[in-house]
């Protein structure tokens, strides 16, 4: 009766009718809302005869098992990047290597400062210094180390075999690095002995030619640039382009400058003069006698600093070359400093002349439009708006996201790279559980499906994702931005408020992937967005060659497809969500992926668990046997129908245990609550819970409470229910058996008993086992009153066969904490012994609220 009812129209293919998919064909309408679409999609209609079977299922669970290895690894079965990557091996954008990036940065700077400094001034390697050299050493060193272990790129391709990314380190920068770590070495080495001993003097000229050496690293600056550029620009996006153009050649100038400083400094002490003069041996100035030799360390290179900015710079200043050599040096300042300036001045130009052509551009732009619009003869009011609207978004262009097709770079890409750059953008986005597991049993079609069946779009403030009333071309997906959803009003159903919604962490108008859809209103961008669609006639082709995802795929788009018909059946009022909204186009009520994958078939159930168990770790598991034999537990349990495995949106795994419960209320407020059953050793197995049935294979929610109130022991009273509002309820949590995430789903039919139970023709009989339980014709059920004036608490309930008076083992009820006071002064009720066809009993009380709660927990 909460399902729809609805004959399937003549010529329906026959592929349609199985088990699972009950019917499909119909055009279905939401009151107040016609022309609602909802015949199945193309791939729905198509032959199923290359389905896979329980057995074909079976074999291929064990393979994604056997060939996972130990569970809880994220190894990638049959692709490319499993094969062709070496263990240990570090990806070039990861986060330790950003971080020693950025930290290798910060050395070779210092060393680009100190070096020169040192080697000007003849500083003496001890002290401070030293242990900043031994540091440096090191890093070094342990960087020569990483260079063997981290992923480089090769035509535009990401190597992380370790034998390639060697020798072309051995061919490239080894030799240069091992040099410069030798002089390091070298460097640091104790010089000991008499100042007149040959091997005395050999030690220090050895010491002084290595630090000569060192300046070498300076050449690997602009690689950590680049290095560092592409991390920023990975993590925090295109803006710190801008900022690294301008540090580029500010950094560049100062460097140079640094470097000609100490340069400086060393041809004014050390560089023989054929004048007998010297820069640095000339006066401070004429108020006094000092020397510039005489002067500070931090005064010499402040003056050497100032002489090396002038020669760049138009400046002048009172320090000036006194022999040949000075001016030789002096003279290649100069047209080194013409050198640069002439490049700033170009670079200056050529970004003037960029600013200005981007402004041509849009004076044209606006041009054409105010002409387009005078010879169309639109005037007024609406040609201002338009006008203005174009100005508006000419001048903030980077309100709107950048997507690839506006991207012209990209067309140079090979299409085997292209197809993994669009795969490698649309993996984040594919936040629906269906892909993520499709991810991970099979990349390379994962690959095909982002390829064939993605696009990107970009939204201005105002601009429309659809309207209301045309025909869906897929399923949507925001990457950024937010949107407005306005449910459009129909003759007979009001419109819903435009309320700004966040929708990155879902999808969007899922029933377009699996039924012809028309949009039942309008989503438009509040601000700036990229979406990303998911095309339906793409899904179908992205499909056609992998079998074991289109048999997931359709059956579980048959499922989904059979709640959006529920939804829009007669009894569509029934059918809300937990928050009370109907069905849209952005939620089908009972259609979420966890709610469905528990109903789904076996085969399907099983490959989603087995794919998840062997992608996602279990990080509770303590010894290795237990990690090999736990998954099969949870495997086991999955066929045995007890729960569901799933990867989340968040790539964790997690089990999914849905029920359906029935939720009766009579008309003091009480509710029917299950107490336990009567086992075959006539002990009770006490059990508080509302009434109800897990969902088996192909079952809706309403299939489910038909079968808890028709088929078992509340068949009596099924006459009396009227169901009033459903709702769903869920709790997360971490198993303590199993140490998973565990989602409890539960769907609560709200009903109220419409007449009192003493009108229904019940027979009353003594309960006294199985054997005599005497069953009447007229009803499939038995019902017992057990009555206990005095209450539960504090007695023993008797047992009412006369023959077999051991057959009702009831021990004495302990009376609940004295503290909750709301639950001890309800304690007269009554219980009520019901018993199925199977002659099984079952033991229900009308309870309070409180009282519920309460005897739900271990205390109770």
């Known amino acids: 009766g909460l399902s729809s009812t609805d004959a399937v129209e003549p010529g329906a293919p026959k592929e349609l009718h199985s088990e699972w998919t009950g019917q499909f064909q119909g055009t279905k309408t939401v009151s107040g809302h016609a022309a609602v679409i909802a015949e199945p999609s193309t791939l729905l209609t198509q032959s199923r005869e290359d389905f896979l079977t329980q057995e074909e299922v079976d074999a291929l669970v064990e393979k994604v098992i056997a060939d996972a290895g130990i569970m809880g690894t994220s190894k990638l079965d049959?692709?490319?990047?499993?094969?062709?990557?070496?263990?240990?091996?570090?990806?070039?954008?990861?986060?330790?290597?950003?971080?020693?990036?950025?930290a290798s940065m910060i050395v070779l700077l210092y060393d680009a400062l100190a070096t020169p400094v040192a080697l000007a001034w003849n500083i003496p390697v001890e002290g401070t210094l030293k242990a900043l050299m031994t540091f440096g050493t090191c890093f070094w060193t342990l960087d020569m180390v990483l260079a063997f272990n981290t992923g480089i790129f090769n035509n535009g391709d990401l190597e992380m075999r370790r034998r390639v990314v060697a020798m072309r380190y051995l061919r490239t920068w080894f030799i240069p690095d091992l040099v410069i770590i030798m002089s390091d070495a070298a460097t640091l080495l104790p010089v000991t002995g008499r100042q007149g001993d040959s091997g005395y003097g050999g030690l220090l000229r050895l010491s002084k030619m290595s630090r000569f050496v060192r300046l070498a690293r300076i050449f690997r600056v602009a690689r950590s640039f680049d290095q560092v550029e592409r991390s920023l620009q990975q993590y925090f996006g295109g803006g710190w382009e801008i900022a690294v153009e301008i540090l580029k050649p500010f950094t560049s100038i100062m460097m140079i400058n640094h470097m000609l400083a100490c340069a400086w400094f060393a041809i004014g002490t050390y560089v023989?003069?054929?004048?007998?003069?010297?820069?640095?041996?000339?006066?401070?100035?004429?108020?006094?006698?000092?020397?510039y030799k005489d002067a500070s360390i931090l005064y010499q290179y402040t003056t050497c600093l100032h002489w090396s900015m002038t020669q760049l710079t138009p400046g002048s200043m009172q320090v000036f070359p006194q022999n040949t050599f000075e001016r030789c040096f002096n003279f290649l300042c100069l047209v080194l400093g013409m050198l640069i300036f002439g490049v700033l001045i170009s670079s200056l130009s050529a970004k003037m002349t960029q600013y200005r052509a981007g402004q041509r551009d849009k004076?044209?732009?606006?041009?054409?439009?105010?002409?387009?619009?005078?010879?169309?003869?639109?005037?007024?009011?609406?040609?201002?708006?338009?006008?203005?609207?174009?100005?508006?978004?000419?001048?903030?262009?980077?309100?709107?996201?950048?997507?690839?097709?506006?991207?012209?770079?990209?067309?140079?890409?090979?299409?085997?790279?292209?197809?993994?750059?669009?795969?490698?953008?649309?993996?984040?986005?594919?936040?629906?559980?269906?892909?993520?597991?499709?991810?991970?049993?099979d990349p390379s079609a994962l690959q095909h499906f982002c390829t064939d069946a993605t696009e990107f779009f970009a939204l201005a403030p105002g601009d429309h994702l659809f309207i209301s009333r045309s025909e869906a071309q897929g399923a949507h997906f925001v990457?950024?931005?937010?949107?407005?959803?306005?449910?459009?009003?129909?003759?007979?159903?009001?419109?819903?408020?435009?309320?700004?919604?966040?929708?990155?962490?879902?999808?969007?108008?899922?029933a377009a992937l699996w039924c012809k859809w028309k949009y039942m209103g309008e989503l438009t961008a509040e601000r700036g967005c990229e979406v990303l669609i998911v095309k339906s006639a793409g899904l179908r082709t992205s499909l056609e060659n992998f079998q074991t995802i289109r048999h997931v795929a359709v059956v579980y788009g048959a499922a989904f497809y059979e709640r959006v018909l529920a939804a829009l059946g007669p009894n569509a009022v029934e059918m809300e969500d937990a928050s009370g909204q109907s069905i849209s186009d952005l939620s089908v009520p009972f259609a979420a992926f966890d709610a469905i994958l528990p109903c789904l078939p076996m085969t399907s159930r099983l490959l989603f668990a087995a794919v998840a168990l062997r992608t996602c770790p279990i990080r509770s598991l303590g010894w290795p046997a237990a990690a090999k034999r736990h998954p099969m537990e949870m495997l086991k349990e999955v066929r045995e129908g007890k729960c569901a495995i799933l990867i989340n949106s968040a790539d964790h795994l997690e089990r999914v245990v849905s029920i359906v419960a029935l939720r009766l209320e009579r008309s003091d407020g009480r509710v029917l609550a299950a107490l336990g059953a009567l086992a075959d050793d006539g002990e009770i197995r006490v059990d508080c819970k509302l009434p109800g049935s897990k969902p088996r294979e192909g079952e809706l929610p309403g299939m489910v409470m038909q079968k808890v109130i028709h088929g078992t022991e509340l068949a009596p009273l099924a006459e009396a229910i009227q169901f009033t509002q459903t709702t769903e309820e869920t709790a997360c949590g971490v198993s303590e058996r199993t140490a998973v995430t565990t989602k409890y789903m539960r769907t609560v039919y709200n009903a109220a008993l419409s007449v009192p139970l003493e009108e229904l023709d019940l027979e009353a009989t003594v309960v006294g086992g199985p054997s005599s339980c005497a069953m009447s014709g007229r009803t499939s059920s038995v019902v017992v009153h057990i009555s206990s004036a005095e209450g539960m608490y504090g007695n023993?309930?008797?047992?009412?066969?006369?023959e077999r008076p051991s057959s009702i083992m009831v021990t004495n009820m302990p009376a609940p904490p004295s503290t909750d006071a709301q639950v001890s002064s309800h304690l007269d009720f009554d219980v009520f012994a019901l018993a199925d066809k199977n002659s099984k009993i079952y033991l229900y009380a009308w309870l309070a609220p409180a009282e519920l709660e309460h005897f739900r927990t271990a205390p109770g």
């Open 796 to 802: 023993s309930l008797r047992s009412f066969n006369s």
């Open 479 to 510: 990457v950024t931005g937010a949107l407005t959803y306005n449910l459009v009003p129909g003759p007979d159903r009001q419109g819903g408020a435009w309320e700004v919604v966040d929708f990155t962490s879902g999808i969007i108008c899922e």
């Open 78 to 102: 049959g692709t490319d990047a499993a094969r062709n990557r070496s263990r240990y091996m570090i990806e070039p954008f990861s986060h330790c290597r950003v971080v020693f990036d950025v």
């Open 363 to 441: 004076f044209i732009k606006l041009a054409t439009l105010r002409r387009f619009l005078h010879d169309k003869g639109v005037q007024g009011a609406l040609a201002v708006s338009v006008v203005q609207q174009v100005r508006q978004r000419m001048s903030t262009a980077t309100v709107v996201p950048l997507v690839p097709k506006d991207v012209q770079a990209l067309t140079m890409l090979a299409s085997s790279l292209r197809r993994t750059l669009q795969c490698e953008l649309c993996k984040p986005q594919l936040r629906h559980p269906l892909f993520r597991w499709w991810g991970a049993f």
């Open 272 to 291: 023989p003069s054929d004048t007998g003069l010297r820069w640095i041996e000339t006066e401070l100035g004429s108020a006094t006698s000092l020397e």
